[in-house]
């Protein structure tokens, strides 16, 4: 089973509009952490937000937050006003489990363009 | 602001040859890994190392494959001889800490072509 689950292999999105990029987790593990990346077409993984499994309130770095949903195994990530600069493959990920080196699973990703 | 930083970016290499991927990690970091991303895939977990060895391995990570940290600031991804299926962008990454979540700091890849 995909312990990392994204649907949306493309997404598209109007400039200045907001976006929900879905991830659902498989894990048995209470303890773990949930991640987002984003990679631009240039290739590297820029570092998004976090998400820890006993965290009460959902994260929010700037533009973007995470919809955690725990009964339901969801980690939605959100970005608000859409900028042409978002435009990029995110992949959510998961760390989980003792004795794994905390070692990230990931999605397949999801392919956001922001139309002008 | 402190980053990982990778060489070479792209490398051709011919198949059966052997391809050493670098890294230097920031500095104050001391969990390293290097994940693997064939073209249009996901991105798979290779190996992770700390404290001089290899704490964790995937099944990706064979006989071909060895990690080394040589002088205390680069860390080496070697892989011996060359297949057409290990053609993919490589990424180093290190974290600070241990722990679920510690977010890991990704290089910008090494694109390995063999042909």
């Known amino acids: 089973a995909q312990k990392i689950t994204q649907t949306q292999p493309g997404m598209f999105v109007q400039e200045k509009e907001a976006v929900t990029l879905d991830c659902t987790y498989d894990t048995s593990d209470p303890s773990y952490g949930l991640f987002w990346y984003k990679q631009p077409s240039s290739g590297e993984m820029i570092f998004l937000i976090y998400q820890g499994s006993y965290d009460q309130q959902n994260a929010t770095e700037g533009r973007y937050s995470l919809n955690f949903q725990k009964a339901r195994k969801s980690a939605n990530l959100v970005i608000s006003a859409s900028q042409l600069g978002d435009s990029a493959m995110y992949f959510c990920?998961?760390?989980?489990?003792?004795?794994?080196?905390?070692?990230?699973?990931f999605g397949k990703g999801t392919l956001l363009t922001v139309n002008p | 602001e402190p980053e990982v930083t990778q060489t070479p970016s792209h490398q051709v290499t011919q198949m059966g040859q052997e391809v050493i991927l670098r890294c230097v990690p920031i500095?104050?970091?001391?969990?390293f890994y290097w994940y693997r991303q064939i073209l249009g895939q996901k991105v798979e977990f290779l190996v992770s190392?700390?404290?001089?060895?290899?704490?964790?391995k995937s099944e990706i990570f064979d006989d071909q494959f060895s990690v080394e940290r040589p002088d205390g600031s680069n860390f080496t991804l070697k892989i011996r001889s060359t297949k057409l299926e290990d053609s993919a962008m490589y990424f180093c990454?290190?974290?600070?800490?241990?722990?679920?979540?510690?977010?890991?700091?990704f290089g910008q890849g090494t694109r390995l072509t063999v042909v």
């Open positions: 990454a290190s974290s600070k800490e241990q722990g679920k979540n510690t977010e890991a700091f």
């Open positions: 990920a998961m760390r989980e489990g003792e004795g794994s080196n905390y070692k990230l699973t």
């Open positions: 500095s104050n970091h001391l969990y």
């Open positions: 190392f700390y404290n001089n060895e290899i704490s964790e």
